[in-house]
């Protein structure tokens, strides 16, 4: 299997499975001399990591992370720092419980990625799904982590902004609430309607989508491409290469296309020190694939989960038209453990169009 790696100059390779015994990334291309411990990764990895609620997975999964190489005790620093050479993460998977799949080894789960597999490589690992279970997103959480490390100054924030037909009031929006609630939702009043909501999803063995909106701040003006090397572009195929995810937008987004041309233009004055002043974000923060200065904002739409209880029509590998209904644990909503799936997917591409610029321009 091929194009397990993304980025240019920060890049990272993930590998392993659901069910294997661990799973991990490397990345390459960290700049030297920067702190980084294992505290640091691990503090995101938990706001990702199963079983913290009854609204996700009951697999209880530690996601310990462990740093294998890439950065030193220097008694100069008193601390670790990176080395400058490829830092090798490494999270031990201690919960499989691969039994629960001994029933669909030979049939096809629709919404999933058993069919398209078998139909490219010939074999799967029916286990949790193998490569394109949600599992191997932990990696990237990790790799999230030492890529904020790359971007001093830049804050990246993720909530839920919908769950199903539910969507949030954005004049409650308040920051403050996205780690008061399971959902990562901004919202105190949605996030009390979306724990009735999905607790009858979830009873009924169903499953509901997401739309998750992911915020950087700190982004100067500069960064990016204006063709093949666009910043929004390198932005929405990170978040469209998350397990589940069906749509992206950047800014506005398909709102923009009910705009007028003077509604979305987002008028430029001349602010303190002289500085562009935006009175609006349609662009979400990118020009022509350039980073303008204001906020960089993303949404991303995460498809239900098609791990559900209800039967549904499938074939098996032979061709014979079946029922299929799928047991294990799963997240009735797996929009919520994406959100800091989303935040560290924007931190990996900031970070390497951050490494991009100062290759070619020298600041």
Known sequence: MSHNTFGHLFRVTTWGESHGPALGAVVDGCPPGIALTAAEIQSFLDKRKPGQSRFVTQRREPDEVEILSGVFEDERTGGPVTTGTPISLMIRNVDQRSKDYSDIRDKFRPGHADFTYDAKYGVRDYRGGGRSSARETAARVAAGAVARKVIPGVTIRGAMVQMGPHKIDRANWDWEQVNENPFFCPDAKAAALWEDYLDGIRKAGSSIGA?????????????????????????????MAINAVKGVEIGAGFASAELTGEENADEIYAGGNHEPEFRSNHAGGILGGISSGQPVVARFAVKPTSSILTPRHTIDKSGAETEILTKGRHDPCVGIRAVPVGEAMLAIVLADHFLRHRGQTGR
Do not use: H, R
């Not at 915020?215 to 990016?224: D, I, K, S």
């Open 211 to 239: 739309v998750i909106e992911v915020v950087a701040e700190g982004v100067p003006a500069g960064w990016g491409a204006p063709l093949y090397g666009k910043l929004d572009q390198d932005i929405a195929a990170a978040l």
